[in-house]
C-alpha cells in the first residue's frame, strides 16, 4: 500500500556496519536526515560478527540474519527489542547459529543465505578460500524454535565440491519452485 514505509538492510564492508535506509518522507529515497542509521555494528559489543555480511536476510523490519565470513565464520541474528531503529542494546544481537556443519566440518566462506521458508534457510558455504570443507549448500531448519541454528538442524542438500578439491568458486543460491537450485560459478 502507499502508506507502507520501505525498509532495506545493507552491508557496509568497509566499516563493518549494517545500515537500515527508511524512507520516511515517501520522496523515493533513504538520503534525507535520519532516514540511514545503523542497524548493527560490529566494532561495539558484543563483538559477535558481520565483517563480510555477503548473505543478509531481512526477517521483518526490525530484525535480520547476517553472515560473517571472516573468523569466526557464523550466522548473527539482530533484532531490534526496543524499537530504537538499532540492534545495538545488549541482547540485540547474538550467534544464531555457531558454523558446525554435518561430518565435522565448519562454515568457511557462507557466500549466500536465502530464506525459503518460516524458519528454513538455504546457506551457500565457498570453500574456495580453505579447501578443508567441502564447497555445499546446507539447509538451516529452526526446529525448535529456540532462535538458534544447531548442528542437528543443519543437513547437507547439495554438494558442490568435496572438501580438498575446489572445482567452482560459487556465489549465491536460488531455488526454484520446483525445488532446483541454481548458483553462480564466478570461476
Not at 540474519?65 to 573468523?71: G, K, Y
Not at 545495538?88 to 566440518?105: C, I, K
Request: charged share 25%.
Amino acid at each position: 500500500p502507499a502508506s507502507a514505509i520501505d525498509i532495506v538492510f545493507v552491508h557496509d564492508q568497509s566499516a563493518d556496519q549494517i545500515l537500515r535506509l527508511v524512507d520516511r518522507n515517501g520522496d523515493g529515497d533513504a538520503t534525507d536526515p535520519g532516514e540511514a542509521t545503523v542497524f548493527l555494528d560490529d566494532s561495539l559489543p558484543p563483538a559477535t560478527g558481520n565483517d563480510n555480511a555477503q548473505g543478509l536476510v531481512a526477517l521483518g523490519p526490525a530484525s535480520i540474519l547476517a553472515t560473517d565470513n571472516f573468523e569466526p565464520d557464523n550466522i548473527v541474528r539482530a533484532q531490534d527489542f526496543n524499537n530504537d531503529g538499532d540492534a545495538l542494546d545488549p541482547g540485540e544481537a547474538f550467534v544464531y547459529f555457531d558454523g558446525a556443519l554435518p561430518g565435522g566440518f565448519t562454515l568457511t566462506n557462507p557466500a549466500e543465505l536465502r530464506e525459503i521458508g518460516s524458519g528454513r534457510y538455504l546457506l551457500l558455504d565457498n570453500n574456495t578460500l580453505d579447501e578443508t570443507n567441502p564447497e555445499a549448500v546446507y539447509l538451516l531448519e529452526e526446529i525448535n524454535d529456540d532462535l538458534i541454528i544447531s548442528e542437528d538442524e543443519v543437513s547437507v542438500l547439495f554438494e558442490l565440491s568435496p572438501a580438498g578439491k575446489s572445482r567452482i568458486t560459487t556465489f549465491d543460491v536460488v531455488q526454484d519452485n520446483d525445488g532446483l537450485l541454481y548458483t553462480i560459478d564466478i570461476a
